[in-house]
């Protein structure tokens, strides 16, 4: 059974950082990409920061570039979003996804193409 758990969630001022961790279980995504997405409250799931789980690619959406960062660490079959300079913006629940195929960079930013999520970790942002 594959599962994504994600956690590093919390309060934060404005201008602040965090960083979350997905840990993935059941399977490696060496062959495929992983990615981050967010839901606001009142709003719908939005694309935040993707990667292909081997190599460089990467992709992020225009409101976090800059500021977030993707990575992740293949011993621990983890994904990170290092999140600084964050705004009240930021605020939002945030989703792990995971895919066993190797995405065209094109395809990173779309939530269809990810068959696994985690249960989300809340991030507030306060000013």
């Known amino acids: 059974q594959v599962q994504l758990v994600e956690s590093g969630g919390g309060l934060v001022q404005t201008g602040g950082s965090l960083r979350l961790s997905c840990a993935a279980s059941?399977?490696?995504?060496?062959?495929?990409?992983v990615g981050w997405f967010r839901q606001a409250p009142g709003k719908e799931r939005e694309f935040v920061a993707a990667?292909?789980?081997?190599?460089?690619?990467?992709r992020y959406s225009n409101s976090v570039r800059g500021r977030f960062t993707i990575s992740r660490d293949n011993a621990k079959n983890t994904v990170y979003l290092q999140m600084n300079s964050l705004i009240t913006e930021d605020t939002a629940v945030y989703y792990c996804?995971?895919?066993?195929?190797?995405?065209?960079?094109?395809?990173?930013?779309?939530?269809?193409?990810?068959?696994?999520w985690g249960q989300g970790t809340r991030v507030t942002v306060s000013s």
């Open positions: 990667r292909r789980w081997n190599g460089s690619t990467s």
């Open positions: 059941g399977r490696t995504f060496s062959n495929g990409a």
């Open positions: 996804a995971a895919s066993g195929r190797g995405l065209i960079f094109s395809s990173l930013p779309s939530s269809t193409e990810y068959e696994y």
